[in-house]
């Protein structure tokens, strides 16, 4: 085989390796059940503001939530900024809890201080 073709098929292979890795690290919203609203205030203990839905584990009432949020950019446009998502905050989310996990929820509004955020 040719040194050049050889490279070619090195380069497609890591590059599809790549977005077989993005794809699975996204996850579809059917996993949510839309027919019960779950509603949590409680104290940010870790957020993240990443591609391609940002996060925040909710500490409330003893349990730890992981909350998945809209992507940066959407959270960005609605007014819903990285800084508001301080560790320490206290936020309401009112959301969707994960059909197989139930310490996970998707978020459809959240509430930081007086700022209430619409996410989908």
Do not use: C, F
Not at 35 to 60: D, F, K, M, N, W
Not at 79 to 108: C, F, I
Request: hydrophobic share 40%; aromatic share 4%; glycine share 12%.
């Amino acid at each position: 085989m040719h040194k050049r073709t050889l490279i070619a098929l090195l380069g497609v292979t890591v590059v599809s390796a790549g977005v077989a890795s993005l794809a699975s690290a996204h996850h579809g919203w059917s996993g949510y059940d839309a027919s019960q609203v779950v509603r949590v205030t409680g104290v940010i203990r870790e957020a993240g503001y990443e591609h391609p839905h940002g996060h925040v584990r909710l500490e409330a009432e003893g349990k730890t939530w992981l909350v998945v949020l809209a992507p940066p950019s959407r959270m960005e446009r609605r007014g819903l900024t990285q800084a508001m998502l301080g560790v320490g905050s206290t936020a309401t989310v009112v959301g969707y809890p994960n059909r197989n996990d139930p310490g996970e929820v998707r978020a459809e509004r959240i509430t930081v201080g007086d700022k209430s955020v619409e996410l989908r």
